[in-house]
């Protein structure tokens, strides 16, 4: 993914201990938490910390089992290709218990405009770019016009979108972000 293999031998070659995590669902950022607290030494917390994350995505995921799915484009960023979630991975099973019904790519994360108009997604979340993309700025994008989500002013901004990309302790913050934005009913 984002760190070199050749960085990661060259430290484990001078000695230093290496632990690369990348998780691809849930269960694998929940036992990379418990692989780095066994590496830490602080093993007990850490399954503790895993457990009371299970319950939360477990709780989180039964209050959205049986709410419609809307089709939805989670947006990494658009700024010169446009960025989506992969199909299979962490973030799209995070859309699925959010209640969504995600539009995913490969593991590229790219999505094509052409794939993304013939989605028609019902609903935009601005994930990684939403610090300087507003639901404005998607509206005048050539050829945005007309996506259900735009045509209807379903395009919402992500506040915090790394308790979404950053698999660790507050993932479980990051589903409740995105239950808020797309089934605020569920949380109150």
């Given at each position: 993914?984002?760190?070199?293999?050749?960085?990661?031998?060259?430290?484990?070659?001078?000695?230093?201990?290496?632990?690369?995590?990348?998780?691809?669902?849930?269960?694998?950022?929940?036992?990379?938490?418990?692989?780095?607290?066994?590496?830490?030494?602080?093993?007990?917390?850490?399954?503790?910390l895993a457990a009371s994350m299970r319950a939360d995505f477990d709780q989180l995921g039964a209050a959205t089992a049986n709410l419609p799915k809307p089709k939805t484009f989670y947006e990494l960023d658009a700024t010169t290709k446009i960025?989506?979630?992969?199909?299979?991975?962490?973030?799209?099973?995070?859309?699925?218990?959010?209640?969504?019904?995600?539009?995913?790519?490969?593991?590229?994360?790219?999505?094509?405009?052409?794939?993304?108009?013939?989605?028609?997604?019902?609903?935009?979340?601005?994930?990684?770019?939403?610090?300087?993309?507003?639901?404005?700025?998607?509206?005048?994008?050539?050829?945005?016009?007309?996506?259900?989500?735009?045509?209807?002013?379903?395009?919402?901004?992500?506040?915090?979108?790394?308790?979404?990309?950053?698999?660790?302790?507050?993932?479980?913050?990051?589903?409740?972000?995105?239950?808020?934005?797309?089934?605020?009913?569920?949380?109150?």
């Open positions: 993914f984002f760190t070199p293999p050749d960085a990661i031998e060259q430290l484990r070659g001078l000695g230093v201990p290496v632990v690369v995590l990348y998780a691809k669902s849930i269960d694998g950022a929940l036992a990379g938490i418990q692989l780095i607290g066994e590496a830490t030494g602080a093993a007990a917390a850490a399954a503790d960025y989506t979630v992969p199909a299979g991975s962490l973030y799209a099973e995070m859309l699925e218990l959010a209640g969504a019904d995600p539009v995913t790519t490969n593991d590229s994360y790219e999505i094509s405009l052409e794939q993304l108009i013939a989605a028609d997604p019902e609903v935009i979340l601005l994930g990684d770019d939403a610090d300087y993309t507003t639901a404005a700025d998607v509206a005048a994008r050539p050829g945005w016009s007309g996506i259900a989500a735009v045509r209807t002013g379903k395009v919402i901004p992500i506040p915090d979108y790394v308790l979404i990309t950053r698999p660790g302790p507050r993932l479980a913050d990051g589903l409740r972000a995105l239950i808020r934005a797309l089934h605020p009913e569920v949380l109150g």
